[in-house]
């Protein structure tokens, strides 16, 4: 006999903790991007002014009438709806294509050579994950200006002009979450095959192939499933620097091109809460398409290799 | 008969990152009395007489006898400024760690005794910690009329309270693992209160993780302050002028460098090369102690894989 049917409102119930989440992290977004116009300073002395904090309250009142949508990016009125969805899916390309690559590359190669993660050049890999993102995409961009101005050939582009760029890009994004996973995978498939139920399956007569299928793999996907906020954060991090050291047009530049009020810091235009509150709302849906996605994939993962369902 | 020394897992790297690192505190304090110029001095346009001919140089100007680093695109001096910013970097990582440390050991050992550490807001929401300082710093940083110590440590306290999750978390999870251990336990149960079990039986095991975390927080904290630049937030503060459009790094710190510079990168690609070794140095210096601690660790506590 089929389970019977839970209702709308027990279901509701359910996803409550998954609601309130969401909403506290839009909050979080009204809260943060408030921050600048109350944290200032005059006359030597820092000053709070926490009436700021009420533009939160304006902007919501604001998405009635559409007010709040709209802003200005230099000579034309933009639309949040209409006019950044471009920008959020050239954002979400590259984020996907980091994630691909890094779990195409990582994980691999993290379980098959986790006995040699102590060798010379696994350990300078590791060394490298520990340098911050900018500095392998500035010594990119600092490897192709160099070899152009000696060749005289353009290897690949440094900078977003007309078209998005691909080839330093997807270096630099991908190269930061294959090697975390690279790391994350060697030590946990070194740790669960020191453990005893591996020695007593020797004992057993199993084979080596079947130990890793059926017993190591299985323990890594909770380890992987366990660090995807993680990993999902780490790529969004990459992806702000990123786009603003390669000039991607994506919806993060875009926060800093056209958000803020100096003229020759990130680009043109006055402080504009109602963008950046829209850009961090843009962020956010990439951080749950993403996670979503990674979670999917170890979803799948899950059923195909515990098959637990 | 020769007695063979045993060495211990990682010394060399240690050792290596203890040197480097000491050589930059020597560059931090006393770099400025050996700097060729003062910070404030610039060249632009420079006159040279070169067999009975003058000719005019502009800034950039490439390293030389006069320049030995050369010189940014204002004409300053880049020797001059690296000798002076050096102090900058160094104690702001310096202060970062000992605050994380402080207050995460704090923090972390209290919750540890009651409960195993949360993972619940850890995403922020997708937003990173060095975005959440951009918003944070926006509006004192650029054009500030903060007296730069006082600036410079605003900054240095938020980037530390931004990054207490990361040390809090490993001290909560290691001290709720040690507190149901049997000799904890036969503390409690003979009437032992809470600090003195925190500090007699927790925190001895904990000081091993100390220097580890330590350093690994001034990598952070080093990391955090090179993104900051690259949006030119400069720690101690940023001046812009408007015509021409300028931007400065206020103490000349090494990852503002790198920030202020970067725009150079197709045009005078040595001209970011330079800050961008300096910042290197420091991180490879944290990054070969940090090395050395953990190889230490493993090989102390390592086991052997059955497979």
Redesign the interface.
């Known amino acids: 006999m089929p389970p019977p049917n839970p209702g709308l409102f027990p279901r509701l119930l359910r996803m409550f903790p998954a609601l309130a ?1 969401g909403l ?3 909050l ?2 009204l809260f ?2 408030s ?12 000053v709070l002014r926490p009436g700021y904090f009420l533009l939160a309250l304006d902007f919501l009142e604001g998405l009635a009438d559409g007010r709040s949508l709209t802003f200005s990016a230099g000579d034309f009125r933009w639309h949040a709806l209409r006019d950044l969805p471009a920008y959020f899916l050239l954002s979400l390309f590259y984020l996907l294509l980091s994630c691909c690559c890094g779990l195409l590359i990582g994980l691999p190669l993290g379980i098959a050579r ?2 040699r993660r102590h060798s010379w050049g696994q ?1 300078a890999l590791f ?1 490298l994950n ?6 392998l995409i ?2 990119l ?2 490897t192709v ?2 070899l152009t ?1 000696l060749t005289g050939i353009r290897i690949a582009s ?1 900078a977003m002009v007309s078209r998005p760029p691909l080839l330093l890009p997807g270096i630099a994004l991908s190269f930061y979450p294959a090697l975390y996973l690279m790391r994350t995978m060697a030590a946990a498939t ?1 740790e669960i ?2 453990q005893g139920y ?2 007593c399956a ?1 004992a057993r007569g199993f084979s ?1 192939r079947h ?2 299928v059926r017993e ?1 793999l299985p323990g890594l996907v909770p380890v992987l499933e ?1 660090d995807l ?2 990993l ?2 780490m790529i ?2 990459n992806l ?2 990123a786009e ?2 390669f000039m991607l047009q994506g919806i993060t530049r875009i926060i ?1 091109l056209h958000g ?1 009020t ?5 680009g043109s235009g006055g402080y504009q809460y109602g963008l950046i509150v829209c850009g ?1 709302v843009y ?2 849906l ?3 398409i993403t ?1 979503f996605a990674l979670g999917l994939l170890v979803g799948l993962a899950k059923r195909i290799i515990i098959r637990d369902r | 008969m020769t007695v063979k020394r045993r060495r211990h897992g990682g010394a060399g790297e240690f050792l290596a990152g203890g040197l480097l690192f000491c050589l930059l505190a020597l560059v931090a304090f006393f770099g400025p009395r050996f700097a060729p110029f003062s910070p404030d001095f610039s060249e632009s346009i420079r006159r040279v007489t070169v067999e009975g001919e003058t000719r005019l140089i502009f800034a950039p100007e490439a390293p030389g006898p006069r320049h030995p680093l050369g010189t940014d695109m204002w004409g300053y001096d880049l020797l001059t400024l690296l000798l002076y910013g050096a102090r900058y970097t160094l104690l702001a990582c310096f202060a970062v760690a000992v605050l994380r440390l402080a207050l995460g050991l704090l923090f972390g050992m209290t919750a540890g005794l009651r409960r195993p550490p949360t ?14 300082l951009i ?2 710093f ?3 940083t ?1 054009n ?4 730069v110590s ?2 410079f440590a ?1 900054q240095v306290v938020c980037i530390a309270l931004v990054g207490l999750p990361g040390v809090i978390v490993p001290v909560q999870s290691r001290t709720f693992y040690l507190a149901r251990a049997e000799y904890v336990e036969a503390a409690r149960s003979l009437g032992v209160g809470s600090l003195r079990i925190l500090r007699r039986h927790i925190f001895p095991h904990l000081r091993a993780d100390c220097l580890s975390l330590f350093v690994t927080e001034m ?1 952070h904290a ?2 955090l302050i ?2 900051l630049g ?3 937030i400069f720690l101690g503060g940023t001046i ?1 002028t ?1 015509s021409p ?1 300028l ?1 400065h790094s206020v103490t000349h710190e090494w990852a503002g460098l ?1 920030g202020q510079l ?1 725009t150079k ?2 045009s005078d ?1 040595w001209l ?2 330079i800050p ?1 070794s300096a ?2 140095l420091v ?1 490879m210096s944290f ?1 070969l102690i ?2 050395g601690l953990d190889k230490h660790y493993e090989k102390k506590y390592a ?5």
């Open positions: 989440k506290f992290f839009l979080l977004i943060i991007t921050l600048p116009l109350v944290i200032r300073q005059s006359e030597g002395r820092l986790y006995r350990r060394l520990s340098f911050p993102d900018f500095f500035m010594v961009q600092l200006a160099s101005q440094i070194h095959s020191c591996i020695l020797l080596r130990i890793f190591i366990n906020s993680k999902t954060l969004l991090s702000f620097i603003q050291l800093f803020f100096q003229r020759t810091i990130y961090l962020v956010f990439l951080y749950l996670r | 993972r619940r807001l850890e995403s922020l929401g997708g937003i990173p910690a060095f975005v959440l918003f944070i926006h509006g004192l650029i500030s009329s903060l007296p006082r600036l605003f990598i080093l990391n090179g993104q690259i949006f030119y812009l408007e459009p931007l790198v970067r990168i197709s690609p970011l090369f961008l910042y290197v991180l990054q940090s090395q086991r052997t894989p059955y497979v």
